[in-house]
């Protein structure tokens, strides 16, 4: 009895011994902390957070620049790793001095799961050869060509607005929204019709779901990640969910098995993956990133900008009139260029992903030690985060950042918005690679969307937004629910 006390309370000492010393990490290197806690550092307990990582980075982030920090070193559970907080800094780490950040910081095992193993996980080399590769799939002049396939997706959204208006429906815009891109993408990636308006059921819809469903499992996964890489690696979690990753794969190597063969080519991403040469299985991976990437980034920017335009009816007015104004001006039609001369609809969307960028949090991994201006030393293997929401909130940069005003995009006034305090894309050579393709999609779901209807808010939506605290992509908590009002032309 007594040894196993002795041993017990020794065990008890080292821990805390352990702890004591990892969190003296940052103060030895001269670097700021705020002062964190067992067991998690600075990071909440996953179980009970409110606000979940999204939150608790972007509450950190303001921390620090109250402080007047330029960066921040904190703690995921006792690994040290650090917050950027001062835009010129965060310009060296993403763009200038990339070379010693070149990498997402992200944890997989290709064996345990081939899917993961696509650009925006890939690092070094790797990475690279790959984003040569995959750069020309979105030029301008790939866009255009891809732009009448998005308008064939919309007709069964203008035909889902329609009858929801017919049988007096609100509109649940999330999950609308979903199914438009989800359509978009399956089109414009697999050449495939997803129908996922027509069929509730639709598989790619239906696994779609299951990708970014929240769960106490995926933060627990999440915060892991944070405080151990190794643990993670370990016990082979992996983020995609099993079920979808084998339709995935079974659906990426049966289309391709099927147009070798029968020597079909198409107009899309998997013909330009597969002129490509690369093994199968990287090709299903970078595929399955574009359809992860390319439905629930852009259906959560529409989303969070007709939440907006619901409680801004002057600037749902001034959007509504420049779309009907370039349609008319067009023949009638929405055309790639007509869409390109909305002006107004840019400064909305901009100010949409400054209040709501969608990857809320960007990464970065240090690849070889670096010396910060101060003479700080970064060492190599320590993840650097930058809150875009706190960083695209702030005060300093955007005066009133909870108001919703998309003239601070304006051809005069952005040129006053300071460099790299506005990156919902990123930046740097990592930067979205899908910017041309996301921008796009927004635009056509909401021209297409508020040409003949107006949208309100319903008694069930709140103001401000409220976020989910379990998702990984920046999330409204439940549905938006929506009013819709048909509008009559001359
Ligand atoms: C509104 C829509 C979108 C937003 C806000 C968005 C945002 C982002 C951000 C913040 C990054 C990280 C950039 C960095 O680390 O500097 C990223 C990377 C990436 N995005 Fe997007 N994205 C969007 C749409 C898309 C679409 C439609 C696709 C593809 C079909 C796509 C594919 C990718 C890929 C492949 C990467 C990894 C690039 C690399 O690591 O080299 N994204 N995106």
Avoid at 53 to 72: R, S, Y
Avoid at 289 to 297: I, V
Wanted: hydrophobic share 40%.
């Amino acid at each position: 009895m007594e040894f196993l006390i002795i041993t017990l309370l020794t065990f008890v000492y080292m821990v805390y011994y352990y702890y004591k010393k990892s969190f003296q990490y940052w103060e030895k290197k001269g670097v700021a902390q705020i002062k964190p806690s067992f067991p998690f550092g600075n990071i909440e307990n996953p179980i009970t957070s409110k606000g979940g990582t999204v939150m608790n980075l972007a509450d950190l982030h303001q921390q620090f620049k109250a402080n007047g920090e330029k960066i921040g070193g904190i703690y995921a559970g006792c690994s040290p790793m650090i917050l950027i907080i001062d835009p010129e800094w965060l310009k060296l780490i993403v763009s200038k001095d990339f070379k010693y950040f070149n990498s997402h910081a992200a944890i997989f095992d290709e064996k345990v799961e081939p899917l993961e193993a696509h650009l925006f996980n890939l690092e070094g080399a790797r990475w690279r050869e790959m984003r040569v590769k995959v750069t020309p799939t979105f030029t301008s002049g790939k866009m255009k060509t891809m732009f009448n396939t998005l308008l064939e997706c919309g007709v069964q959204l203008e035909e889902f607005i329609e009858t929801s208006h017919k049988n007096k429906k609100d509109l649940d815009i999330k999950e609308i929204l979903a199914c438009f891109t989800t359509d978009v993408i399956g089109s414009c990636a697999f050449g495939l019709e997803c129908n996922s308006f027509k069929n509730p059921k639709a598989e790619f819809r239906s696994y779609g779901r299951k990708l970014f469903e929240s769960s106490l499992k995926f933060r627990i996964r999440n915060i892991l990640t944070m405080i151990s890489p190794s643990i993670v690696k370990s016990l082979k979690l992996h983020f995609t969910d099993k079920c979808s990753s084998k339709f995935f794969r079974a659906f990426i190597k049966d289309s391709f098995k099927y147009r070798k063969s029968k020597n079909v080519t198409r107009n899309d991403f998997m013909q330009l993956l597969i002129n490509m040469e690369n093994p199968i299985d990287e090709l299903a991976a970078q595929g399955f990133f574009f359809f992860l990437a390319g439905f629930e980034t852009a259906s959560t920017t529409m989303s969070f900008c007709l939440y907006e335009l619901a409680h801004h009816q002057n600037v749902q007015d001034k959007l509504r009139n420049e779309i009907n104004e370039i349609i008319k001006k067009n023949d009638g039609k929405l055309s790639y260029h007509a869409m390109m001369e909305m002006k107004y609809m840019d400064q909305i969307i901009n100010e949409t992903l400054r209040m709501y960028p969608p990857i809320h949090t960007l990464p970065r991994l240090c690849t070889q030690n670096y010396t910060l201006p101060n003479g700080a030393i970064i060492e190599k293997g320590t993840p650097v985060f930058t809150s875009l929401l706190a960083l695209q909130r702030d005060e300093d940069y955007f005066p009133e950042p909870n108001k919703f005003n998309p003239d601070r995009f304006s051809k005069k006034n952005k040129r006053h918005i300071t460099p790299f305090t506005f990156l919902p894309f990123g930046e740097g050579p990592r930067i979205c690679v899908g910017l041309r393709f996301g921008m796009m999609q927004t635009r056509v779901g909401l021209s297409l969307f508020l040409k003949n209807y107006k949208v309100a808010p319903h008694e069930s939506t709140r103001y401000p937004m409220q976020f989910d605290n379990q998702s990984a992509i920046l999330s409204p908590k439940g549905k938006i629910i929506l009013k819709h009002e048909k509008l009559k032309f001359d």
